[in-house]
């Protein structure tokens, strides 16, 4: 099995960055994409970013230009920098990663257990 660790939510004022880092550990032969979805309270979990092994990133309408995905492949390590942060940003951040355990394997994916994001008006 493979755990993912987020780190770095947090209380920031609108118009404020943070950062969020996400780390895998467990058996890993690969991570073919990890990723980035949020849960407001009343709310379903949506997309916020994914990235895939080779670098190329996906992003929610609504995050476009504001924040950035990226990772580090030999620290099995996704980050998601937010900028110009808004109240309506505010919600539970999960970190999603789709790994296998060998070549032939196939992939499975797994979740964090969130960190809260909270943006002051």
């Known amino acids: 099995q493979v755990q993912l660790v987020e780190s770095g939510g947090g209380l920031v004022q609108a118009g404020g960055s943070l950062r969020l880092s996400c780390v895998a550990s467990?058996?890993?032969?690969?991570?073919?994409?990890m990723g980035w979805y949020r849960q407001a309270p009343g709310k379903q979990r949506e997309l916020v970013a994914t990235?895939?092994?080779?670098?190329?990133?996906n992003y929610a309408d609504s995050v476009k230009g504001r924040f950035f995905i990226s990772r580090d492949n030999g620290k099995n390590t996704v980050y998601l920098q937010m900028n110009s942060l808004k109240p309506e940003d505010t919600a539970v951040y999960y970190c999603?990663?789709?790994?296998?355990?060998?070549?032939?394997?196939?992939?499975?994916?797994?979740w964090g257990q969130g960190t809260q994001v909270t943006v002051s008006s």
């Open positions: 990235i895939t092994s080779g670098g190329s990133t």
């Open positions: 999603n990663a789709v790994w296998t355990t060998a070549p032939w394997a196939s992939p499975r994916d797994s």
């Open positions: 467990g058996r890993i032969f690969s991570i073919n994409a």
